[in-house]
T-cell receptor, first 111, second 115 residues
Framework: DQQVKQNSPSLSVQEGRISILNCDYT??????FLWYKKYPAEGPTFLISISSIKDKNEDGRFTVFLNKSAKHLSLHIVPSQPGDSAVYFCAANTNAGKSTFGDGTTLTVKP | GAGVSQSPSNKVTEKGKDVELRCDPI?????LYWYRQRLGQGLEFLIYFQGNSAPDKSGLPSDRFSAERTGESVSTLTIQRTQQEDSAVYLCASSLVTGLNQPQHFGDGTRLSIL
């Protein structure tokens, strides 16, 4: 059973608009959540994270929201830029540090 | 560079052969992880090391897969008697320590194709 789910395989938005990527999890032992960005033929790179004791973390154009009761988090990118086009992975950590990844959402930002 | 380095970047081999994939983590990173990504799918955890020990091998798909790490540095993932379903990108990542809030730094992966 998949513990971290990204139900939208792809998302397309216009440059300058907001991109919202969603992630759901089932394991209540997850205490830390991370988003990674991946370009083709490269490894994922860390983007932003949030602890389960918070409900929001912001870093420039990127904001992650956590709704712990719903076991749901989302990544907001505003304004979206063409260079943001990539695959975005949601990951959840237990206190052992092991990460469980979702299947990714491919974001396309159109100029 | 100072990032995670993986070699080879691409490997094509015949079914039944053994392959060895190498990962050089960021210097000083004590935690090292191996993942597999099949085409169109997410990252599948294989194994992680804390130092030279592997506390969690739960993701290794079969006994054909093994991994070791020496000197708290380089790691090798070995696949014996390769099968076509082993075709995937194998990603290695490292982090300073294992821990709840440690982001992982990934290499660019080894693309393995089994003919």
């Amino acid at each position: 059973d998949q513990q971290v789910k990204q139900n939208s395989p792809s998302l397309s938005v216009q440059e300058g608009r907001i991109s919202i990527l969603n992630c759901d999890y089932t394991n209540s032992m997850f205490d830390y959540f991370l988003w990674y960005k991946k370009y083709p033929a490269e490894g994922p790179t860390f983007l932003i994270s949030i602890s389960s004791i918070k409900d929001k973390n912001e870093d420039g154009r990127f904001t992650v929201f956590l709704n712990k009761s719903a076991k749901h988090l989302s990544l907001h990118i505003v304004p979206s830029q063409p260079g943001d086009s990539a695959v975005y992975f949601c990951a959840a950590n237990t206190n052992a540090g092991k990460s469980t990844f979702g299947d990714g959402t491919t974001l396309t930002v159109k100029p | 560079g100072a990032g995670v380095s993986q070699s080879p970047s691409n490997k094509v081999t015949e079914k039944g052969k053994d392959v060895e994939l190498r990962c050089d983590p960021i210097s000083g990173h004590t935690a090292l992880y191996w993942y597999r990504q099949r085409l169109g799918q997410g990252l599948e955890f294989l194994i992680y090391f804390q130092g030279n020990s592997a506390p969690d091998k739960s993701g290794l798909p079969s006994d054909r897969f093994s991994a070791e790490r020496t000197g708290e540095s380089v790691s090798t993932l070995t696949i014996q008697r390769t099968q076509q379903e082993d075709s995937a990108v194998y990603l290695c990542a490292s982090s300073l320590v294992t821990g709840l809030n440690q982001p992982q730094h990934f290499g660019d992966g080894t693309r393995l194709s089994i003919l």
